[in-house]
């Protein structure tokens, strides 16, 4: 559903002492919210591999736009067509396999997502997080990474658990996210550009007639 749609991968980070997870907590944020302040767009291509139980139970490639404030347009082209697209009010997800388009309300739909941290500079939003960095990771499903940044809900809730963000020479090279279910998804990316202008029409919303909507907002 909406949250393999999106990512999922990465386990659990834990310090043993109180004070110091909150003292390294307030750095870590510091840190990370400097890095993606000074992404205001994102495009790439993805590889997306999800694991349950270690075994791999879905793969996925396509394309990723982001944009701030609260802007996503998830292109799925393989194994089938899908378009997920987060227009900063609404997140329309459009199958059209079925011909169907189910409508969330966006704020609701990431208030305990810990995507919402990478296109919103809010501090109250991020104070609904515990993040800890690392200068090396120890998952064995994403190698290569010279910092990692571990993003946990506070809500015990929350779909999707913790998320990952993987830098090489301070450049994201790879996502992950731990859901509620246990399943694993590493999404890598590739020809990533944070320069370039998007167009805005990317985060427009089309709906063909023939088309049912599920609108759950």
Known sequence: ???R???AVIGLIGLNNA???QDNNDLSQGELKHLLSTISVLSADFAQTVYDQNEVVYEAQGHLYLSRPGKVRWE???????LLIADGEAIWNI???????TVFDQAQAVN????????????????QFSIQQTNVSDESLVTGADNVYTIESLNQDAQIRTLSLYLRDDTIFAISTLDAQAQISVLALSNLDTKSPLKNDLFDVTIPDSYTIDDER
């Open 1 to 3: 559903m909406l949250k």
């Open 5 to 7: 749609t999106v990512f």
């Open 19 to 21: 004070s110091f997870a």
């Open 76 to 82: 799925t082209e393989f194994p089938d067509e899908a």
């Open 95 to 101: 199958d059209s396999f079925v011909e169907q388009v």
């Open 112 to 127: 305990t997502n810990p995507i919402v941290l990478l296109t919103s500079q809010d501090d109250e939003v991020w104070q």
